[in-house]
T-cell receptor, first 115, second 111 residues
């Protein structure tokens, strides 16, 4: 297993368009997280899955954002009617619940630019 | 969520030890203290974690104050590849395990 992968790595879109990002976690990991990071800031938590269940969503996540994790494997994050303020790096992380640390492994991120 | 305070930036010379402090005075009794770092143009990566006792791994050491209100990440011999933003994050893996990142400390390593 080569770690967490994300696709695409870069996405440029026009305001108002819909975009979808994919995250493939480490195969045995049952937890999956989405974060967003803007320039000069630390990552912000968006949402969390345990297996296929979405158990928490940040208040930062507007109705235009939706995430899924069918069958508890890969996950998708969709942004509808993109706005310029959505421009950011979108990071995915996975972990295995068990033990004390819940060490999260991050992917390389998808950089979104909304024109 | 526990609030953390870290210096905005620190400098170190290559091959010298670096001590990165973090204040987390509102940490709850069940939170582990995690440290992650983010190299330029990469996602964050796990460095080390601990609950009460000092911890060592191949990357770093973590010294935790007896009252758990502060901790220090120790890089024993800084290299140029250690230049990154270092985040101190109290988190409870028994709940969601989500990480709440602060601003972190930007570490510069000079040759």
């Amino acid at each position: 297993d080569t770690g967490v992968s994300q696709d695409p790595r870069h996405k440029i879109t026009k305001r108002g368009q819909n975009v979808t990002f994919r995250c493939d976690p480490i195969s045995e990991h049952n937890r999956l997280y989405w974060y967003r990071q803007t320039l000069g800031q630390g990552p912000e938590f968006l949402t969390y899955f345990q297996n296929e269940a979405q158990l928490e969503k940040s208040r930062l996540l507007s109705d235009r954002f939706s995430a899924e994790r069918p069958k508890g494997s890969f996950s998708t994050l969709e942004i509808q009617r993109t706005e310029q303020g959505d421009s950011a790096m979108y990071l995915c992380a996975s972990s295995f619940r068990g033990g004390g640390s819940n060490e999260q492994f991050f992917g390389p991120g998808t950089r979104l630019t909304v024109l | 969520d526990a609030k953390t305070t870290q210096p905005n930036s620190m400098e170190s010379n290559e091959e010298e030890p670096v001590h990165l402090p973090c204040n987390h005075s509102t940490i709850s009794g069940t939170d582990y203290i995690h440290w992650y770092r983010q190299l330029p143009s990469q996602g964050p990566e796990y460095v080390i974690h601990g609950l009460t006792s000092n911890v060592n791994n191949r990357m770093a050491s973590l010294a935790i104050a007896e009252d758990r209100k502060s901790s220090t990440l120790i890089l024993h011999r800084a290299t140029l590849r250690d230049a990154a933003v270092y985040y101190c994050i109290p988190a409870n893996s028994g709940n969601t395990g989500k990480l709440i990142f602060g601003q972190g400390t930007t570490l510069q390593v000079k040759p």
